[in-house]
């Protein structure tokens, strides 16, 4: 009997023929924190009574989430976090550079490794063929001590994927479109592995898309192969040598296979106040928009902002719609300059964040007032998520944020491009 992507992952790295259902203690390849609860982890490390890291250059300390600092207190939590860095021999990653996850699977994440932090969006190495999970700060800070964790050995669901992305549709409409079948806990504890005949028509910036939102569904990983746009993408990023194909046995055994046609998907809106509260964007039209955010570890990579700025080129924003717009990383900055993707949002009114999570989380940089509505290409659109409970979320792609930022309200793209 074969094995599913978690399967095989996870024998690898514990030693054992792990089944699903198996309980392993598993080496860890790479463990990081960022600056919400980073502070928490690095306090539970200290307690814990472990001196050194078991692997200071696999191990990495981001500043992402609130950057730069809008209060005193959170510079504390940053210096808290550069200090440790410092003592430990930890991976400092600071102000600018951007988002842990995006800087993640630039740099560090390899087919085949186990990757823990203490962020539920670890998911999105999963992309690159890696088991990647969040996990409590206080397993972190043991990981991080010990270089190896224990793990259930998750159920897998298979997700089998034809047919071609049609005009305006992309990987954001594909896993809102799962989520809303799957439902916000339909996949807990489970890993969603993505496989079939079309699953290269997926490419590697829309794969870190779909990880990074499998947790959405309640996942414990989301994970595709290691295949030749994997090796591609490595060598592009200079890391050529990190590549090695990972690969689902063909008889592995699946709780449940789910089967997605790209031919037949359309432009996608997650409603208030929850992830598989979905709709089609052209069933929205007229919903009012006051902000438009593009960005996030889920879609601030450069072929979103090229999105954008295909749909935006010669025009200019609603008037009354503010439109944010966040670059990942620090490479998808320099990037966008060159191509001038920047240079066309801005001229259609758009205002740019340094790199780093911007409003997604609500601690600064684009908290809503009340009763406003925001389209967002974030993860979460949970009450309160940007800020303020009394404000709405709502998440589409980022030509769906692009057409609404036209508009002044949801708009399918189909509609502009």
């Known amino acids: 009997m074969g094995k599913t992507l978690a399967e095989k992952i996870l024998s690898a790295r514990s030693g054992n023929n792990a089944r699903a259902g198996d309980i392993v203690i598993a080496q860890v390849d790479l463990v990081f924190v960022q600056d ?3 502070p928490l982890t690095v306090r539970q490390f200290q307690k814990s009574g472990l001196k050194k890291l078991a692997k200071p250059e696999r191990t990495a300390v981001f500043i992402d989430h609130a950057v730069p600092s809008p209060t005193h207190t959170l510079s504390n939590d940053h ?21 842990c996850h995006q800087l993640v699977a630039e740099s ?60 305006g549709v992309s990987a954001k409409d ?12 339909g996949a807990t504890y489970k890993a969603l592995e993505f496989g079939g005949d079309s699953i290269k028509e997926i490419s590697m910036s829309q794969r870190f898309t779909i990880a990074n939102m499998a947790v959405e569904a309640g996942a414990k990983a989301g994970v595709f192969p290691a295949d030749e746009l994997t090796r591609d993408y490595l060598s592009e990023q200079g890391r050529g040598t990190d590549y090695q194909p990972v690969f689902p046995d063909a008889d592995a055994v ?6 997605i046609d790209l031919n037949n998907l359309e432009p996608t809106v997650a409603k208030p106040h929850t992830v598989d509260n979905v709709a089609l964007a052209r069933e929205l039209k007229g919903t009012k928009i006051q902000q438009v955010f593009i960005g996030t570890c889920t879609n601030g990579r450069l072929d979103d902002l090229e999105i954008a700025a295909e749909i935006l080129k010669g025009k200019k924003r609603y008037s009354g719609t503010r439109l944010i717009v966040a670059p990942a990383s620090r490479q998808v900055l320099m990037a966008s300059l060159e191509k001038g993707y920047l240079q066309t949002l801005i001229a259609a009114g758009a205002t740019v964040l340094p790199p780093g999570c911007g409003p997604c989380l609500g601690l600064h940089q684009g908290a809503l ?3 406003e509505a925001c389209l967002s290409t974030s993860n979460r ?6 800020g303020n409970p009394r404000g709405f979320v709502y998440l589409g792609s980022p030509a769906t944020a692009a057409a609404t930022a036209l508009a002044g309200e949801i708009t399918d793209p189909r509609e502009v491009m």
């Open 36 to 38: 919400t609860t980073g």
């Open 79 to 99: 210096l808290v976090l550069r200090r440790f860095a410092g003592e430990t021999g930890a991976m400092l990653s600071d102000v600018g550079e951007g988002v």
């Open 108 to 167: 560090l994440a390899r087919p085949g490794d186990v990757i823990v932090a203490s962020d539920s969006h670890t998911v999105t190495a999963g992309g690159l063929g890696a088991f990647a999970t969040g996990m409590g700060s206080s397993d972190v800070a043991v990981a991080m001590g010990l270089g190896k964790t224990w793990f259930r050995v998750p159920e897998s669901i298979r997700i089998t994927v034809a047919g071609k992305f049609q005009k």
């Open 174 to 185: 594909l896993i809102l479109h799962l989520i809303g079948r799957l439902g916000a806990d």
């Open 254 to 259: 699946y709780e449940q296979t789910m089967q």
């Open 369 to 371: 007032g009340d009763e």
């Open 381 to 386: 659109n949970f009450k309160g998520r940007m």
